[in-house]
Nanobody
Framework: QVQLVESGGGLVQAGGSLRLSCAASGRTFDSNAMGWFRQAPGKEREFVAATSWTTGGTYSTNSVKGRFTISRDDAKRTVYLQMNSLKPEDTAVYYC???????????????WGQGTQVTVSS
């Protein structure tokens, strides 16, 4: 089992920044990939970005490239999502997830955090 705890969400004005954190505990070495997903009101949950513990590779969706950066602290088993130039359409609940494959498919992630709300005002 892997436990994931997100933090860092909040209310920010458009153009502002937030940094989300996801602390992993438990059998973290069973999971190669850590990902961020988000779900806006009335919409399906979608992939945002992911990173690999083993290769260091990263992968993000086109809509956040150049604005969001995923990073990790191996010693702390913590993954971060630095979000800059935030837009109202980034408003969503952001979820951290752990899985074996570095990809954007939700089904490939076995463990999920409780989510943290990000609200961007215009």
């Amino acid at each position: 089992q892997v436990q994931l705890v997100e933090s860092g969400g909040g209310l920010v004005q458009a153009g502002g920044s937030l940094r989300l954190s996801c602390a992993a505990s438990g059998r973290t070495f069973d999971s190669n990939a850590m990902g961020w997903f988000r779900q806006a009101p009335g919409k399906e949950r979608e992939f945002v970005a992911a990173t690999s513990w083993t290769t260091g590779g990263t992968y993000s969706t086109n809509s956040v490239k150049g604005r969001f950066t995923i990073s990790r602290d191996d010693a702390k088993r913590t993954v971060y999502l630095q979000m800059n130039s935030l837009k109202p359409e980034d408003t969503a609940v952001y979820y951290c997830a752990a899985g074996k494959l570095l990809d954007n498919a939700q089904d490939d992630y076995d463990y999920w955090g409780q989510g943290t709300q990000v609200t961007v005002s215009s």
